[in-house]
């Protein structure tokens, strides 16, 4: 009955969201690279936060030169480095809702390229007040704020 726990209650909950995105973005035909996964991986979590009221994963994001990074994932795939994530990987069981939300993520943001998903979050206020207005290129392992992240996203959808 392990899948019937909130996604964000399970042990492992960034290996599974990773898991579940490169799963679902292989089946239609797109193969992950490390940039590209930490950006759904960071979209999955802030819009089911904005829409559903709930973290997928209790990891923080980092607000990196190149967008956010939950440090789990990027040291899992550190290795493939701007290449796709070949790693034999089976889909891990989520509820059907969040499955759905993951899905969801997946046509919106999936269709997108690793850069351009970095563009978009570098215009966005969470990353932007992460980063306390030091230069894009310059390093920093300051965390992105999920209360921040949950209201500046929730912001966006009440406006739809």
Known sequence: MDHLLHPCDHPDASARLADFLIVESRERGDL???????KLMFYADAWHMALYGSEITSERFQAWVHGPVALSQYHRFKEYRW???????????FSQATAQHLCEIVDVFGVETGPALEVMTHQEQPWIE??????????????????????????LADKD
């Open 83 to 93: 290449r796709p994530i070949l790693d034999d990987i089976e889909r891990p069981d």
């Open 32 to 38: 992950l690279t490390p940039l590209k996964l930490q």
């Open 130 to 155: 992460a980063r306390g207005g030091i230069p894009d290129d310059q390093p920093s392992n300051a965390f992105i704020d999920k209360t921040t992240t949950k209201e500046f996203y929730a912001s």
